[in-house]
């Protein structure tokens, strides 16, 4: 079966209904396909699921020449093309994972101008070879998927994609389109210079999905809370993720739902490759299972019933979190994210950023991200308005589908316990973890207590109006603020920083979510 060109004359709706099968565009898809089809340029900011591939597929089509699509991800390129050629489309994939053969029927197919669309890696498109080819012929447009993937902020930076900064040089009047899902405003000003668009519009679709319902909290009693949120996400048919911050907790944390009941399956990169490809045929198949992953665990599943997601461990930005998020209630219909965090949790990631072989300046971002992240953890206010405004999103004040909404939590002026627990911490030496200063804050007399003669310090026993609970909030509370640090090197000690010092002196008032304090596990109405 050949597979033909489209006749160009198309208009861009009649290849929207006869090709794609969609009744219309949605959001901002017709004002770009627009702008692209008058032969214009731009930044795409959409979140995953909102609907980016047409806005370059339909100009492509519609637009005489060879649509050129670059993309880093093998599996996400083989599945638009397997899509697009389903659709009688011809497209064609060149990537470095492609057997000598068919790669050679690909560079026929496009020599001979039987090509529409070409998804090529970027290490493939800024060969000299292919970049020559491509001057030489009629081109309808460039498609920059995953365009975070340019910029040094964050994560995702591939050194291939800085090459593509010469396509505006050598195709200065071909239609370049960079599109990307995760983009706060740093990352998009770093796209539009790298790849030449700063005098391109940047086209900002809906990052909201108002369908997900937010939860942040504390981790307590981490299987307990995880098996709540379940009991009220789950719907019984649709799918739920558990990510995790390693690969071990991703098996254990499988374990012990399977043991509770759940059909739970686990996920990360070190799994071996059939066992991978099971979990997603499975994940894929519709069951009702429970993913427990790590963030290996999410490229390109496009699963619509995903009806919840939890992460047991703080992520690292609110650029992973917003999408692997993102991944629930795809089909619009409600659904829930639970986000648990811990102050070791902030204490590890600051940790392997000061630890990571990064520059001086990845660093920085790499500190400013995981700080956005935490606010969001411990903000009192609507975690949607603050999730949104790092992606450049203004948001009404409150959403009504978080837990801030819903529930505000009452503040607590926090200023006594934070001086007694830091200056427990100083009194003690900066040589101890929060359970001993706990202890001693408490005045209980446990044998470490008097072996190192706590119980003469003048702190000794003045926290016996907070639990152990209570205490462990003020303390992930002052780690967030910075006011204390956490040695993970060691052993877990506390110890203060130079913001300390004007909460020890009474300078800065500190105010902390009063039902972290409030609010005692049962273990702790036990001891006290
Ligand atoms: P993104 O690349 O932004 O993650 P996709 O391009 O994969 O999103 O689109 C997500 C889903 O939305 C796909 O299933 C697609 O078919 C659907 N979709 C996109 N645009 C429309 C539209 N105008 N009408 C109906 N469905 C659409
Ligand atoms: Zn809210």
Redesign the pocket.
């Known amino acids: 079966a050949r597979l033909e060109s489209l006749p160009t004359e198309d208009t861009p709706e009649a290849v929207?209904h006869r090709v794609?099968g969609?009744?219309?565009?949605?959001g901002r898809?017709a004002e770009i396909v627009a702008h692209v089809m008058a032969g214009g340029s731009g930044l795409v900011l959409?979140?995953?699921?909102?609907?980016?591939?047409?806005c370059f597929q339909v100009p492509a089509l519609c637009r005489p020449g060879l649509g050129v699509v670059v993309s880093p991800l093998i599996a996400l390129m083989e599945d638009q093309v397997a899509a697009l050629r389903q659709q009688g489309i011809a497209a064609a994939a060149l990537h470095s994972d492609l057997p000598e053969e068919e790669a050679r029927e690909v560079k026929r197919d496009l020599a001979r101008g039987a090509t529409k669309l070409l998804y090529i890696s970027p290490e493939r498109l800024t060969l000299d070879g292919t970049l020559d080819f491509l001057a030489r012929r009629p081109l309808a447009l460039f498609a920059i998927d995953e365009a975070h993937c340019v910029s040094q902020w964050g994560h995702h930076f591939r050194p291939e994609y800085r090459g593509l900064g010469l396509l505006a040089e050598r195709f200065p009047t071909v239609p370049r389109l960079a599109?990307t899902?995760t983009a706060d405003p740093r990352t998009v000003e770093d796209i539009r210079a790298q790849l030449g668009l700063t005098e391109s519009p940047v086209f900002r679709g809906g990052f909201d999905r108002p369908n997900i319902f937010i939860t942040a909290a504390p981790r307590e009693q981490e299987r307990a809370q995880l098996r709540a949120f379940i009991k009220q996400a789950s719907d019984g048919t649709g799918a739920g993720i558990v990510y995790c911050g390693t690969r071990a907790k991703t098996e254990q944390t499988a374990d012990w739902l399977r043991a509770d009941g759940h059909d739970a399956l686990c996920f990360h990169a070190g799994l071996p490759p059939e066992a991978k490809r099971d979990a997603h045929r499975r994940f894929a198949r519709g069951d009702a299972v429970i993913m427990a992953a790590t963030i290996a665990f999410g490229m390109g599943i496009?699963r619509p019933d995903v009806r919840w997601v939890a992460h047991l461990d703080l992520p690292r930005s609110p650029e992973s979190w917003y999408q692997e998020i993102g991944r629930a209630g795809r089909d619009g219909l409600p659904a829930r994210a639970l986000l648990l965090y811990g102050a070791g949790d902030i204490a590890l990631a600051r940790h392997r950023i000061a630890e990571s072989p990064a520059t001086e300046e990845q660093k920085r971002i790499e500190r400013a991200r995981l700080d956005a992240m935490v606010s969001i953890a411990e903000s009192p206010t609507c975690r949607r308005r603050i999730l949104l405004r790092c992606f450049g999103e203004d948001a009404p004040e409150r959403c009504g589908a978080c837990d801030a909404c819903l529930t505000p939590p009452h503040l607590f002026d926090g200023t006594i316990a934070a001086q007694k627990l830091l200056s427990a911490v100083l009194r003690t030496g900066r040589r101890f973890g929060l359970g001993h200063l706990v202890d001693i804050l408490r005045g209980r007399t446990t044998d470490k207590v008097a072996q190192f003669g706590h119980d003469r310090l003048p702190t000794f026993g003045v926290g016996k109006d907070l639990s152990e609970t209570a205490w462990r909030g003020v303390a992930r509370q002052l780690v967030a603020l910075g006011a204390l640090d956490v040695a993970v090197e060691n052993h877990g000690e506390l110890v203060p920083t130079d913001a300390a010092k004007p909460i020890l002196k009474g300078e800065q008032r500190v105010m902390l979510r009063a039902e972290t304090l409030v609010a005692a596990a049962p273990r702790d109405r036990a001891r006290a």
């Open positions: 929207l794609f969609h009744a219309g565009f949605r898809q959409m979140p995953t699921g909102g609907g980016k591939s047409l599109l899902a496009d």
